[in-house]
Nanobody, 127 residues
Framework: QVQLVESGGGLVQAGGSLRLSCAASGRTFNIYAMGWFRQAPGKEREFVAAISTSGGSTSYKDSVKGRFTISRDNAKNSVYLQMNSLKPEDTAVYYC????????????????????WGQGTQVTVSS
């Protein structure tokens, strides 16, 4: 089992940047594929980015491609989401999620594939 804690959210002007971090407990972080999701007020939670256990495979929501970068450091039990050129429509609560897998180069875009979730961190982008 793994516990996830997000940090790094905040208020930023449009065009700015934020880096979200997600710290995982436990000693087997390197067998968890990880993902970032977000939920804006009144909307369904949606996929943002995902990364395989090895970090060798990533996937992004179309609207964030070229602006967001997901990465992980297995030695630090952490996954990150670097967000650049932020837009007001990126405003949401951002969640990291994990799923245990032995598939080294598979990432997961479907939230129902994930077993573990953090509590979320608020990102607000002002226009």
């Amino acid at each position: 089992q793994v516990q996830l804690v997000e940090s790094g959210g905040g208020l930023v002007q449009a065009g700015g940047s934020l880096r979200l971090s997600c710290a995982a407990s436990g000693r087997t972080f390197n067998i968890y594929a990880m993902g970032w999701f977000r939920q804006a007020p009144g909307k369904e939670r949606e996929f943002v980015a995902a990364i395989s256990t090895s970090g060798g495979s990533t996937s992004y929501k179309d609207s964030v491609k070229g602006r967001f970068t997901i990465s992980r450091d297995n030695a630090k039990n952490s996954v990150y989401l670097q967000m650049n050129s932020l837009k007001p429509e990126d405003t949401a609560v951002y969640y990291c999620a994990g799923v245990r897998t032995y598939a080294s180069y598979t990432n997961y875009r479907n939230q129902f594939q994930y077993d573990y979730w953090g509590q979320g961190t608020q990102v607000t982008v002002s226009s």
